[in-house]
């Protein structure tokens, strides 16, 4: 299992993220990105538990403001 955390107020919306993985990640109507079924955590970040890692670090390498964490677990 792996956990997908992002930093949603932070987020600049630069599309990136959308751009390598758009199986996880779409932009949302604010202008800031959105992982596709990912749930606010405790601390106010957006959080998705997954099977695969798939293109998600892809995503947080190409993130200019790296609010986007991996977690393998
Ligand atoms: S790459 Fe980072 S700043 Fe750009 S849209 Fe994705 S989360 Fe937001």
Do not use: H, Y
Request: net charge negative.
């Amino acid at each position: 299992m792996a956990k997908i955390i992002q930093e949603r107020e932070k987020c600049i919306g630069c599309g990136s993220c959308v751009a390598l993985c758009p199986k996880f990640w779409e932009m949302g109507e604010d202008g800031k990105s959105s992982l596709k079924g990912g749930k606010q955590n405790s601390e106010g970040n957006c959080e998705l538990e997954t099977k695969e890692i798939g293109c998600n670090q892809e995503a947080a390498d190409s993130c200019p403001v790296q609010i986007i964490q991996v977690i393998k677990e």
